[in-house]
């Protein structure tokens, strides 16, 4: 877990509700990222759940933060989508599920007190159907490689050597 009094560590931050169909990508995509690759002193993977406001203490923490989400711009269903710092509150303002009213006013609060990490970055996919579901939609569920291509890319230009777990047979 990051130490929030050291901000040392990249967070990589999964939200989403895996009970809510495509909403689960964010958290689907944290487990795939510990199953595939080994954390490291300065690097860490999240799953940010619906942790609402006790996010707040690993966000002020890390060095650099990158967020992972299912986030509804209005585009194709499958739509991959990349938000700046800047742009991250008026998309995560578009509720899509109870998580993301809760992750707003948190990076808000952490924009106001000045500790929101400059470097915050928010990579994700247009969701097609956020229901009742444990599984995501086929469309969405197709655009997981994809979308972990993206975030080893990310940290790869943060300078992390991403190192693969060891597969056991």
């Keep these: 877990m990051v130490d929030p009094m050291h901000q040392h560590q990249d967070v990589v931050l999964g939200v989403g509700n895996t009970l809510m169909g495509d909403d689960g990508l964010g958290i689907t995509a944290i487990a795939l990222l510990r199953g595939k690759w080994k954390e490291a002193d300065d690097l860490v993977f999240v799953d940010g759940g619906t942790w609402g406001m006790n996010l707040m203490p690993l966000i002020e923490g890390a060095r650099r933060l990158l967020i992972v989400d299912a986030i509804d711009r209005g585009l194709p269903p499958g739509s991959r989508i990349e938000l700046e710092r800047g742009e991250i509150p008026k998309y ?4 899509l599920s109870p998580h993301q009213l809760d992750l707003r006013e948190v990076l808000a609060l952490a924009e106001l007190r000045g500790t929101l990490p400059e470097e915050t970055l928010a990579i994700g996919v247009q969701p097609e159907m956020i229901e009742l579901s444990l599984d995501l939609s086929p469309t969405v569920a197709a655009k997981l490689p ?7 890319d990310q940290l790869t230009s943060w300078g992390h050597t991403l190192e693969q777990r060891a597969v056991h047979a």
């Excluded at 995560?92 to 509720?95: C, D, E, G, P, T």
């Design 146 to 152: 994809g979308l972990l291509a993206d975030i080893q």
């Design 92 to 95: 995560f303002a578009l509720k």
